[in-house]
C-alpha cells in the first residue's frame, strides 16, 4: 500500500510558479512509475505529464510542454511538478499517482493504469 500527500498549491497570478509536492510513504517509489493529473470543474481528469520510474521516458501533455517539469528525489520518496508561466486555463485540482511496473522505462498517460493516488490540490491562476 502506497500512501501519496500532495501540497504545494495555492493561488497565484499569470505568470506566476508553483511547485507541487507527492510525498510518498509505505513503499519506496524505486520501482513505480509517476503522473500528474488535473481536474477543472465541470471537466474530466486530465493527463499533466508522466515519468518512468528510471526517470529515462516520460510525456508531457501538449497544453503544459516547456512550462511544467516532473522530477523525482528517490531519497525523499518525494516527487515534484515545477509549474511555471502559469495560466488561468491551469487553474484544477492537481492529482499525483503513482503505477508498480517492472518495466523502468515505462510511463502512463491513462488514468485507470495508475495504481495509487493522492487527495489532490488546488491550484488556482488569477487572470
Known amino acids: 500500500q502506497v500512501q501519496l500527500v500532495e501540497s504545494g498549491g495555492g493561488l497565484v497570478q499569470a505568470g506566476g510558479s508553483l511547485r507541487l509536492s507527492c510525498a510518498a510513504s509505505g513503499r519506496t517509489l524505486s520501482s513505480y512509475a509517476m503522473g500528474w493529473f488535473r481536474q477543472a470543474p465541470g471537466k474530466e481528469r486530465e493527463f499533466v505529464v508522466g515519468?518512468?520510474?528510471?526517470?529515462?521516458?516520460?510525456g508531457y501533455a501538449d497544453p503544459v510542454k516547456g512550462r511544467f517539469t516532473i522530477s523525482r528525489d528517490n531519497a525523499e520518496n518525494t516527487f515534484y511538478l515545477q509549474m511555471n508561466s502559469l495560466k488561468p486555463e491551469d487553474t484544477a485540482v492537481y492529482y499525483c499517482?503513482?503505477?508498480?511496473?517492472?518495466?523502468?522505462?515505462?510511463?502512463?498517460?491513462?488514468?485507470?493504469?495508475?495504481?495509487?493516488w493522492g487527495q489532490g490540490t488546488q491550484v488556482t491562476v488569477s487572470s
Open positions: 515519468i518512468s520510474w528510471s526517470g529515462g521516458n516520460g
Open positions: 499517482a503513482v503505477k508498480s511496473t517492472s518495466n523502468s522505462d515505462s510511463y502512463y498517460y491513462l488514468a485507470k493504469s495508475y495504481d495509487y
